[in-house]
């Protein structure tokens, strides 16, 4: 099979030929048919997270079908349609499993970092980061909605916003465009917020935004607080600095939920939080039935990502146009399984 690896820490893709793997007694070979391209795939491109060990297939938005399963599966089969995203498995036994709350688990494990990932034809899962893909959605629809997707859906339903709420997103970008779009038919009164880029404000309403705020020309927090204030502010933006300074477009009582990495530190004026009870959070991705909740609220509402689409092959030319922020929106790659 074919598997686009790399060897070190800031080193090149490669494309190399590998044995198809076998599946331990409760995991399963998933036959990859598209893998999204995620900024966080620069975890294993840069070694920038601890304890990868090289060489290693980035890759954590995988859509494929499952090509054989362990002796020990029972409730999934070959040929069953499956999905892999962030949460690519938990050891069950630290504090945060005991409790329930896999996502956070001690010894998280992530495909493409903890183990190889979905740049590739083939790749072994364990059964607990499965989840089933409906027969409405295409891989290559699936792929970025195992990350982007339900990073955007899963802390926009859990953020406390109500129907009618002001929830703005800040950021159109591949994760920004997702949380439009769930916001929107959430029921939530949506804003946009931009860098008024080409035909910005027209794409927005198409996706469901109320009101486009531009970033660059008009003060985003004065144009929050003429509504009222936001209850939820999706902070999709990779810069600290940015979300330092749309605080202020928060209402009473209102969240900035974070979303997007950033190596800059936030600065929050103690006043502002204090005399509003306004928060800041973070939220990570979700666990494989929160990826299943989040491609069954995408058939039912219409909910798509919008892609360019490369062959395996292409994959270090994804990589860099993801990375460059020229992509609109997300990458995908295909294998023609």
Sequence with gaps: MRSVQV?????????VEKDIPEPGATQVRIKVQAC????????TKEGLFPGIQYPRVPGHEIAGVIDKVGKDVTQWEPRQRVAVGWHGGHDGRCESCRRGDFV??????VPGISYDGGYADYMIAPIEALASIPEQLSAIETA???CAGITTYNALRNSGARVGDV???FGVGGLGHLGIQFAAKMGFNTVAIGRARDKEEELVKNLGARQYIDNRSQNAVEELNKLGGARVIL????SGKAMTEILGGLAVNGKLVIIGASDEPI???????ILGRRSLIGWPAGTSIDSQDTLSFSVLSGVRSMNEVFPLERAAEAYDHMMSG???FRCVLTTGN
Excluded: W
Aim: charged content about 15%; aromatic content about 10%.
């Design 36 to 43: 999204g391209v995620c900024h966080s795939d620069s975890f």
């Design 144 to 146: 970025p909605l195992m």
């Design 167 to 169: 929830v703005a997103i």
């Design 326 to 328: 020229k992509a609109r």
């Design 104 to 109: 956070t688990c001690k010894y998280l494990q």
């Design 267 to 273: 600065q929050v004026p103690p006043f502002l939080m």
């Design 7 to 15: 060897s070190k820490a800031n080193g090149p893709f490669e494309i």
């Design 235 to 238: 902070a999709t933006v990779p």
